[in-house]
């Protein structure tokens, strides 16, 4: 079982609404990641770090922003949600382990968000 | 285009029974080829991982097969358990970036009955 969390769990919420959808891990990662998933779809890639201060777009455009203060915390916020948000969150962390030449992503449980 | 398909779409087994998911892609370059079990509600646990050199990789009752020169993976499943229902997610990784980019298969639904 990877140390990696999410929260909350589900969120139902009102359009217009400010919220920040939380990920932490503990395993010392370097690289963080943020996938949006539709049910029956597959995972789109939308943020990702490198590290500390390190954040990119992903291969799906979302209107949601993110921040990596710290190594172990990579929040996700929208400022104003809408219900084409409403979908499944998936953060992931990742490292290449000593003598390894590909890292493996550990995903979190996943937030649940509808947007009414 | 860069595509992971996966089939079938869904499967139903009994238990007890084996089964065995497809995976093609038209990844290039290729990296790595990755199968994570997904439960409902929850994020993707990785089962196994191979590399270009590598054609059979187990995990318990799990057996995953890759043929890189076809393109195509497929993963075993051996005497089925109600546990096993979940979706079965391919994923392969391209040489292309630093990232080590990710395509995403959509998974197969996999329901094990009693």
């Known amino acids: 079982e990877a140390d990696i969390y999410q929260t909350p769990r589900y969120l139902v919420i009102g359009t217009g609404k400010k919220i920040t959808l939380e990920c932490s891990q503990t395993m010392g990662h370097d690289k963080m990641y943020w996938y949006q998933q539709d049910p029956g779809m597959e995972l789109h890639l939308i943020h990702y770090s490198y590290g500390v201060n390190s954040t990119e777009k992903g291969d799906l455009s979302s209107e949601s922003t993110v921040s990596r203060i710290r190594t172990e915390h990579f929040p996700l916020t929208l400022e104003s949600a809408r219900p084409s948000h409403t979908s499944q969150y998936l953060c992931?962390?990742?490292?290449?382990?000593?003598?390894?030449?590909?890292?493996?992503?550990?995903f979190g449980p996943g937030t649940r968000l509808t947007v009414l | 285009k860069n595509q992971v398909e996966q089939s079938p779409q869904s499967l139903i087994i009994l238990e007890g029974k084996n089964c065995t998911l497809q995976?093609?892609?038209?990844?290039?370059?290729?990296?790595?080829l990755r199968w994570y079990k997904q439960d409902t509600g929850r994020g993707p646990v990785s089962l196994t991982i191979?590399?270009?050199?590598?054609n059979t990789k187990s995990n318990g009752r799990y057996t995953a097969t890759l043929d890189a020169d076809t393109k195509q993976s497929s993963l075993h499943i051996t005497a089925s358990q109600l546990s096993d229902s979940a979706s079965y997610i391919c994923v392969v990784s391209d040489r292309g970036s630093t990232l080590g980019r990710l395509y995403f298969g959509r998974g197969t639904q996999l329901t094990v009955w009693p």
């Open positions: 191979m590399t270009f050199s590598e």
């Open positions: 992931a962390s990742s490292a290449l382990g000593q003598g390894a030449t590909t890292d493996t992503q550990y």
């Open positions: 995976c093609n892609y038209t990844v290039s370059p290729f990296s790595n």
